[in-house]
T-cell receptor, first 112, second 120 residues
Framework: AQKITQTQPGMFVQEKEAVTLDCTYDTSDQSYGLFWYKQPSSGEMIFLIY??????QNATEGRYSLNFQKARKSANLVISASQLGDSAMYFC?????????FGTGTSLTVIP | ETGVTQTPRHLVMGMTNKKSLKCEQH?????MYWYKQSAKKPLELMFVYSLEERVENNSVPSRFSPECPNSSHLFLHLHTLQPEDSALYLC???????????????????FGPGTRLTVT
């Protein structure tokens, strides 16, 4: 069964606007982590933000915030004040047990 | 060198060749990983090493053979590959390896630039 679902294959956002990238997950574990990574065209995956399942507050890292809704099993990434350099693939991931599961990714294009 | 490095960046090999991918991390991490990234598919975790011991092997064909001689180096030995093995192979490291029932920020992974493998 797919553990991570990203339903938006492609997204566009105007520069300086905010954008939300969707992610839902499936796990029966009580303790798990949620991660977002960015992959520019150069290919390297870059860690952006982490949310633990027991964290009561939404994680924030600079312009990135994670909208964590545990009951809905969603972990959406919000990027504020988009920049041209934000254009990339974005992957949501979770770890349960010894495993990491990644979604198929969302391609974000920032329009000048 | 900083972060996670991988060599070679590009590799073309025939189905009868033997080659190796190399990964090195300069972060002092205890866990290292091999992933396969194919077009239109989620990233697939292949192997997990924690303190040089393999802790996970996700039903990967035996034509892929990992080796972790120390906590800084990870190899992926390739032999008699198939064309469908063509993909981007990513190495990653994290402070610790994930454990069942536990979650933590120390599992955040740092990735190398990958090796683009083409099997002809």
């Amino acid at each position: 069964a797919q553990k991570i679902t990203q339903t938006q294959p492609g997204m566009f956002v105007q520069e300086k606007e905010a954008v939300t990238l969707d992610c839902t997950y499936d796990t029966s574990d009580q303790s798990y982590g949620l991660f977002w990574y960015k992959q520019p065209s150069s290919g390297e995956m870059i860690f952006l933000i982490y949310q633990g399942s027991y964290d009561e507050q939404n994680a924030t890292e600079g312009r990135y915030s994670l909208n964590f809704q545990k009951a809905r099993k969603s972990a959406n990434l919000v990027i504020s004040a988009s920049q041209l350099g934000d254009s990339a693939m974005y992957f949501c991931a979770t770890n349960t047990g010894n495993q990491f599961y990644f979604g198929t990714g969302t391609s974000l294009t920032v329009i000048p | 060198e900083t972060g996670v490095t991988q060599t070679p960046r590009h590799l073309v090999m025939g189905m009868t060749n033997k080659k190796s991918l190399k990964c090195e991390q300069h972060l002092g991490h205890n866990a290292m990983y091999w992933y396969k990234q194919s077009a239109k598919k989620p990233l697939e975790l292949m192997f997990v090493y924690s303190l040089e011991e393999r802790v996970e092997n996700n039903s990967v064909p035996s034509r892929f053979s990992p080796e972790c001689p120390n906590s800084s180096h990870l190899f992926l030995h390739l032999h008699t590959l198939q064309p469908e093995d063509s993909a981007l192979y990513l190495c990653a490291s994290s402070q610790d390896a994930p454990a069942p029932g536990l979650a933590g920020w120390t599992y955040e992974q740092y990735f190398g630039p990958g090796t683009r493998l083409t099997v002809t």
